[in-house]
């Protein structure tokens, strides 16, 4: 198992770009999440998916969207990139029906720069 | 243990000593926590976690202990190796499967 992947691993935008970052997990897992991590600081989350068909907002979700296209994929979607965007964005996922944890398995991470 | 601000509190230790990291959590109604170790480049991988019910938990040269009454949690580790340098993430749950994480502490162990 390949386990989260997210593509691409680098990029680089200009301010007003556009752009879509990539999340697949091969773990049937239900829950899947976005976050940005800043420099100095903890994850913070951005949008999230309990479940294929359904999205909701975290913690800093503003000039983001998402789409969960299918149970594998998650992607998240800059519209109009701004420098404040500038960080490394995390996805991740969790299954359903473990009482005991609240695990979540993490990608490799995106690092964006918007110029 | 946990800041806010710009800069992650810093634990340096030697080879072989043990290591104890803090957090403080901010919600009583949490119910579980988790410990993260972030490496340079990489995505958090977890360590171990607790649920409120408990207030210890062991695991291989690891132990969480968790002090609801303070809100603090702490994550001890026994013979630090320099692998085991990373930056150390706490997280807490309180709703609908969402983590909360705090701001890191760097940990960087000396051989």
């Known amino acids: 198992n390949a386990g989260v992947t997210q593509t691409p691993k680098f990029q680089v935008l200009k301010t007003g770009q556009s752009m879509t970052l990539q999340c697949a997990q091969d773990?049937?897992?239900?829950?899947m999440y976005w976050y940005r991590q800043d420099p100095g600081m903890g994850l913070r989350l951005i949008y999230y998916?309990?479940?294929?068909?359904?999205?909701d907002k975290g913690e800093v979700p503003n000039g983001y969207n998402v789409s969960r296209l299918n149970k594998r994929e998650f992607s998240l979607r800059l519209e109009s990139a701004a420098p404040s965007q500038t960080s490394v964005y995390f996805c991740?996922?969790?299954?359903?029906?473990?009482?005991?944890?609240?695990?979540?398995?993490f990608g490799p991470g995106t690092r964006l720069t918007v110029t | 243990g946990e800041n806010v601000g710009l800069h992650l509190p810093t634990l340096s230790v030697q080879e072989g000593d043990n290591s104890i990291i803090n957090c403080a959590y901010s919600n009583s109604a949490s119910d579980y926590f988790i410990w993260y170790k972030q490496e340079s480049g990489k995505g958090p991988q977890f360590i171990i976690d607790?649920?409120?019910?408990?207030d210890k938990r062991q695991g291989q040269r690891v132990t969480v202990l968790l002090n609801k009454t303070v809100k603090h949690l702490s994550l001890q580790i026994a013979a630090t190796q320099p692998g085991d340098s990373a930056v150390y993430f706490c997280?807490?749950?309180?709703?609908?499967?969402?983590?909360?994480f705090g701001q890191g502490t760097i940990l960087t162990v000396h051989p």
């Open positions: 773990m049937n897992h239900n829950s």
């Open positions: 998916s309990a479940s294929e068909g359904t999205t």
């Open positions: 607790i649920r409120s019910n408990m």
């Open positions: 991740a996922s969790r299954p359903m029906g473990l009482a005991d944890t609240y695990e979540q398995y």
């Open positions: 997280a807490e749950h309180a709703s609908y499967g969402k983590l909360t």
